[in-house]
């Protein structure tokens, strides 16, 4: 891959972190929950550690770029700053060899032709708000509706669709910094929020995502990253005999446009319950429609913790999803058909990608109730999530 001229200076985020959306814990729960005494690293390749940059096209007549972050094990993330879209997460599998274990696209052309957030950095509020619609401060405030009767994912241009502005990088770390100013009233929401999202490769194969936010007016937000992870690199195989663990207890129940009925259901007893592995496609079939569901994290705090793991037997990629956010949304790719192929032209059929997207509760902002996804000025928005691969024996 050619690359262009390295940015040579050093990265600095200097956002100050407050408030009750405010996290500064980076403590890492170790617990493993399969196979914990076969976990491997990835094999040390020549590949040199740092990051590099790319032009890519453009979009709404901005120059869009692809950075490349490589680790001291030879993993690499590609992200482009069309959406703050990871593109590709190539890792070795268990005999070691690499391929990419997300969904994503060689050119900037497959974006454009917007497929379902692949990749993608959603927001300004990720997941379902009902009716499009919420009141804050007295005020109803209305957003697109673009999931049926609902807003999903921050409407006809979120944040997937924008290009954001890169920070200084230093050609020798693998670190990427993105900021994008939403203006008031963009796709319907109060206030200018100012938002940068941190990506960072570290050397034990985690990718480490920092969101941070601050507004003018009260808001909601719920940043998350919507990857499409397929472990075995291959779109051909299913996700459905991998095996899933999620530290949940319970669950939010959801009606039939799949908006949070506001209820907090034990998993217990249900195809819902992950708090020991199971097979994906075990009890799918007692889930109308596939999984697509927000679970309530066994969290006792805001600390970085373990949420969910996924092992696909056949490569030995081992996923774990470590946040400080206090829901997961679990998804099984229900409503991919085959008419969106990859580059090499195999189609991407149903089930056969997975989403793990950290988040606060879909509609939240209409559920006093839900953990408050409001951003208050004078606040600091900032929660952490990792990806981490690892090999089984």
């Not at 300004?124 to 919420?134: S, V």
């Not at 037997?313 to 081992?318: I, L, P, Q, V």
């Not at 902002?365 to 953990?371: G, R």
Request: aromatic share 10%; hydrophobic share 30%.
């Amino acid at each position: 891959m050619k690359t262009v001229k390295l940015l040579a200076s050093a990265l600095v985020v200097s956002l100050l972190l407050s408030a009750c959306h405010t996290n500064t814990s980076d403590e890492t729960t170790k617990d493993d929950y399969m196979d914990e005494d076969t976990t491997t690293e990835a094999t040390t390749t020549n590949a040199t550690k740092g990051i590099t940059q790319k032009d890519w096209g453009t979009s709404d007549g901005k120059q869009v770029h692809l950075f490349t972050l490589t680790n001291a094990n030879g993993v690499q993330v590609s992200i482009s700053d069309y959406g703050g879209t990871i593109t590709s997460f190539v890792a070795p599998d268990k005999n070691g060899k690499k391929e990419s274990i997300v969904l994503g696209f060689n050119n900037l052309d497959g974006y454009l032709a917007h497929p379902p957030y692949f990749g993608a950095t959603v927001g300004r509020y990720g997941n379902r708000i009902a009716k499009g619609k919420f009141t804050l401060n007295g005020q109803t405030y209305t957003l697109a509706t673009n999931d049926g009767q609902n807003h999903l994912h921050g409407g006809n241009k979120g944040f997937d669709k924008v290009v954001w502005t890169a920070g200084n990088m230093d050609a020798n770390n693998p670190q990427l910094s993105l900021s994008y100013l939403s203006k008031d009233n963009e796709e319907g929401y109060p206030g200018n929020l100012n938002t940068t999202v941190t990506f960072t490769l570290t050397d034990d194969n985690a990718l480490r995502i920092d969101y941070h936010a601050t507004t003018d007016k009260a808001t909601p937000i719920n940043l998350t990253n919507h990857s499409y992870f397929n472990l075995s690199g291959d779109v051909s195989n299913t996700i459905l005999n991998d095996w899933l663990m999620i530290d949940a207890d319970r669950y939010t129940p959801v009606d039939s446009t799949l908006i949070p009925t506001g209820q907090l259901k034990p998993v217990t007893g249900t195809p819902f319950d992950f708090t020991t592995p199971h097979q994906i496609g075990e009890r799918i079939a007692q889930v109308p429609g596939g999984y697509d569901h927000n679970f309530v994290l066994n969290k006792k705090d805001s600390s970085l913790t373990l949420a969910a793991e996924v092992t696909d037997s056949s490569s030995g990629r081992k996923l774990q999803v470590y946040t400080t956010q206090p829901g997961i949304q679990f998804y099984t790719g229900n409503f991919l058909n085959g008419s969106i192929k990859t580059d090499e032209g195999k189609p991407i059929n149903q089930h056969t990608a997975f989403c793990l997207e950290t988040q606060h509760f879909p509609n939240s902002p209409n559920t006093p109730a839900f953990p408050t996804s409001i951003l208050q000025p004078g606040q600091t928005y900032h929660y952490v999530t990792e990806y981490k691969v690892s090999t089984i024996k």
